[in-house]
């Protein structure tokens, strides 16, 4: 079954405890892409894969990194998380820039 | 830059009417895709449609069509026969085809079918 898949789906951790979401697609998509969604200001974008080794900020990158070694996996680490960082998190692949994006179940998280 | 404006917080419709959506659009390229998801409770987001600048015909998947307006900018989305399972958060989302890749989204309509 074609997928993106986020781990984990909750989570609860403290300030300045570092931490990272895995995402993995099985669609061999090139591109792929991290949201997070917060009420009031919907979905905004984190960070970027166009392919392979290539990464860029979104809208709102501060606090985050990511890293794209192999075509399949874009995990997203925050280093030193705070409490501004709790949100619902989305990763998303897509196979062109005009195809739709297929969205993982999300990752809810909070940080204390 | 790319933005996307959804005008209707909520709305409530009667089981089995049919309900639009509305969706407008501001971007300065030619080239962009423009994207329905329905988000509901259970908090995932799933696609139900898809739009390209350049089709001509107004893009349908089974209940759901979009009304593709170019000149006014406008890509509202029509549920038909509407269903207690189409409650949910749905957003309108677009992209353009160079630079960041990225969906822009809308901040979403609540719908509500009543029984």
């Known amino acids: 079954e074609a997928q993106v898949t986020q781990n984990p789906r909750y989570l609860i951790t403290v300030t300045g405890k570092k931490l990272t979401v895995t995402c993995s697609q099985n669609m061999n998509h090139e591109y792929m892409s991290w949201y997070r969604q917060d009420p009031g200001l919907g979905l905004r974008q984190i960070y970027y894969?166009?392919?392979?080794?290539?990464?860029d900020k979104g809208d709102v990158p501060e606090g985050y990194k990511v890293s794209r070694k192999e075509k399949r996996n874009f995990p997203l680490i925050l280093e030193s998380p705070s409490p501004n960082q709790t949100s619902l998190y989305f990763c998303?692949?897509?196979?062109?820039?005009?195809?739709?994006?297929?969205f993982g179940q999300g990752t809810r998280l909070t940080v204390v | 830059a790319q933005k996307i404006t959804q005008t209707q917080p909520g709305m409530f419709v009667q089981e089995k009417e049919a309900v639009t959506l509305d969706c407008t659009y501001d971007?300065?390229?030619?080239?962009?895709?423009l994207f329905w998801y329905k988000q509901p409770s259970s908090g995932e987001m799933i696609f139900l449609i898809y739009?390209?600048?350049?089709?001509?015909q107004n893009a349908t998947e089974g209940r759901y069509s979009l009304n593709f307006q170019k000149a006014r900018k406008s890509a509202n989305l029509v549920i038909s026969a509407s269903q207690l399972g189409d409650s949910a958060m749905y957003f309108c989302?677009?992209?353009?085809?160079?630079?960041?890749?990225?969906?822009?989204f809308g901040q979403g309509t609540r719908l509500t079918i009543n029984p």
């Open positions: 998303a692949s897509s196979l062109s820039s005009l195809s739709e994006a297929f």
């Open positions: 989302a677009m992209r353009e085809i160079q630079g960041a890749q990225k969906l822009v």
């Open positions: 894969s166009m392919n392979v080794e290539v990464t």
């Open positions: 739009q390209g600048s350049y089709d001509e």
């Open positions: 971007t300065s390229d030619q080239s962009y895709g």
